[in-house]
C-alpha cells in the first residue's frame, strides 16, 4: 500500500540554524511528492513538490530532492526564521488519492 | 481568487444532531476531498468524488455521507454527531487531465465540536 512517514516532532530551531525534516515513503508506481505547511489556525499550503526522480522541488529557501533510491524526500532550509514556525507535512500522489504523513512541528526562536 | 472555501468556520453541536460542512471551489477543479485533522494527527480522507455524479469512501467514512450534484460543490453531511467526530474539518480540491501531477488546494477548515 502507500503511506508516507514523517519525522516525529517537535523540533525547536534557534533562527539561523540549519533544517531538516525527514520523510520517506512506501508506494507502488511512481508517485508525486509534496510538502505543504500549515501555519495556525489555516489550511494546508503547498511549498513545493517533485513529480520524478532526481526532481528538487525548492520554494522560499525550503528544498527537497525525490530520491527512488533510497524513497525518501526529506525537506531542507539553510537558515529558518522565526516566521518559518508551523507544522510541516510531506504528502504523496498515487492515483485519485493523497497520502499525508502525520506533520512535523517546527518552532522557531529568535 | 476565493479558491476554495468552507463554512462554517466553527461549530458546536449536540450528541445526536446532524449538520452539513459547506465546500465550494472555484477553480473548475474536477476533483474533490473532505479529510479530518485530529490533534496531532495528520489528514485522514473520509470521502472524495472525482467528478460531479461520483463519490468513493476514503479511510474513515462511517458516520458521513456526501454528494456532488455540481463541480463546485462537496457538501458534507454527518447525520447522528458523536463525540468521537470532534475534529477540524478540510475540503481540498485538484484539477486532473491537465498534465501531471497537480497538488491540492485546501479550505481554511471547519472546527466542529460535539458535546
Known amino acids: 500500500g502507500n503511506s508516507v512517514t514523517q519525522m516525529e516532532g517537535p523540533v525547536t530551531l534557534s533562527e539561523e540554524a540549519f533544517l531538516t525534516i525527514n520523510c520517506t515513503y512506501t508506494?507502488?508506481?511512481?508517485?508525486?511528492l509534496f510538502w505543504y505547511v500549515q501555519y495556525p489556525g489555516e489550511g494546508l499550503q503547498l511549498l513545493l513538490k517533485a513529480t520524478k526522480a532526481d526532481d528538487k522541488g525548492s520554494n522560499k529557501g525550503f528544498e527537497a530532492t525525490y530520491r527512488k533510491e533510497t524513497t525518501s524526500f526529506h525537506l531542507e532550509k539553510g537558515s529558518v526564521q522565526v516566521s518559518d514556525s508551523a507544522v510541516y507535512f510531506c504528502?504523496?500522489?498515487?492515483?485519485?488519492?493523497?497520502?499525508f504523513g502525520t506533520g512535523t512541528s517546527l518552532t522557531v526562536i529568535p | 481568487n476565493a479558491g476554495v472555501t468552507q463554512t462554517p468556520k466553527f461549530r458546536i453541536l449536540k450528541i445526536g444532531q446532524s449538520m452539513t460542512l459547506q465546500c465550494t471551489q472555484d477553480m473548475n477543479h474536477n476533483y474533490m476531498y473532505w479529510y479530518r485533522q485530529d490533534p496531532g494527527m495528520g489528514l485522514k480522507l473520509i470521502y472524495y468524488s472525482v467528478g460531479a455524479g461520483i463519490t468513493d469512501k476514503g479511510e474513515v467514512p462511517n458516520g458521513y455521507n456526501v454528494s456532488r450534484s455540481t463541480t463546485e460543490d462537496f457538501p458534507l453531511r454527518l447525520e447522528l454527531a458523536a463525540p468521537s467526530q470532534t475534529s477540524v474539518y478540510f475540503c481540498a480540491s485538484v484539477g486532473r487531465g491537465q498534465g501531471g501531477n497537480q497538488p491540492q488546494h485546501f479550505g481554511d477548515g471547519t472546527r466542529l465540536s460535539i458535546l
Open positions: 504528502a504523496l500522489n498515487a492515483g485519485n488519492q493523497f497520502y
Open positions: 508506494a507502488t508506481g511512481y508517485p508525486s
